[in-house]
């Protein structure tokens, strides 16, 4: 349980710093991957949802649903780095954050 609040406070808080237009992370979702700006506030959203969906108790269909459009939000993050970049060494981020997803979700379903 410790795992999935930590990984929902993390998309909370990132979710807030697009929210916010925080210049460090919209910087470079607009500048380095190209996305345009109005597109920001719409990833901010999803991310606090996203956050919050996983901190919903006994709701086990939804909370599939969550980890699924987490899982898919990852993919397209790494998608979107590797393909601005090149460099294997920008989709680390999302990587790393995809380990913790799955392992959240193994210790969901082992429950």
Known sequence: MAITALLA?????FGILYLIRDPGECGTVTQELG???????????THIF???????????RLTEWVYA???????????????A?????????PVMVMAFTFVSYLLLISA
Do not use: E, F, Q
């Not at 406070?9 to 808080?13: I, M, P």
């Not at 996305?35 to 959203?45: H, K, N």
């Open 9 to 13: 406070l993390t998309w909370v808080y």
């Open 69 to 83: 459009g987490l899982t898919i939000d990852l993919l397209l993050a790494v998608y979107s780095h590797l393909s």
């Open 50 to 60: 996203g956050g919050v969906g996983l901190l919903i108790p006994n709701m086990r």
């Open 85 to 93: 970049s090149g460099s294997p060494w920008h989709a680390l981020d």
């Open 35 to 45: 996305y345009p700006l109005y597109i920001i506030p719409l990833i901010g959203v």
